[in-house]
């Protein structure tokens, strides 16, 4: 092969990656749109109740302990609820971040797009300085302190 059917082998599949990275965008946008709204109230009721049944089957007697404290194995079921609800919630922030990142790249092309190419404006009259004021003794602390 020469080097020219090379570079076009390399560019089809430059091309058939990115097709696959768009694929896997969308499919992932559709499944998280049908996930939030498979979540009916009849069927988180019925989750909870299955996983109820799941921790109470697991281990009765200590789960049904005195008042209902749990113990042992009902511990460690809300340990692995604790450890699964923090990180749904870091997905969740990850995603949002990400999407506030592409928000932000957005607004920034618009705003490129949207700025004219007239003549530049005046600068602007220099600002007074600030009147000293003494500072506080708080503050003279603080600063002694860090010097």
Request: hydrophobic share 40%.
């Amino acid at each position: 092969m020469n080097f020219e059917a090379l570079k076009r082998r390399v560019e089809r599949s430059e091309h058939v990656v990115e097709g696959r990275a768009q694929q896997t965008q969308t499919h992932w946008h559709d499944f998280t749109t049908t996930w939030r709204d498979s979540w009916t109230p009849t069927r988180i009721v019925i989750a909870g109740l299955i996983s109820g049944f799941v921790v109470g089957r697991s281990d009765p007697a200590q789960t049904l302990g005195k008042l209902g404290a749990l113990g042992g194995s009902g511990t460690r079921v809300l340990q692995l609820i604790g450890t699964l609800s923090g990180l749904f919630a870091s997905v969740q922030a990850s995603t949002a971040a990400g999407q506030a990142e592409h928000a932000a790249d957005k607004a920034e092309a618009v705003a490129d797009e949207a700025q004219p190419t007239a003549a530049p404006r005046a600068p602007s009259p220099p600002r007074p300085a600030p009147d000293p004021v003494a500072p506080r003794p708080a503050e003279a602390a603080t600063e002694m302190s860090e010097h």
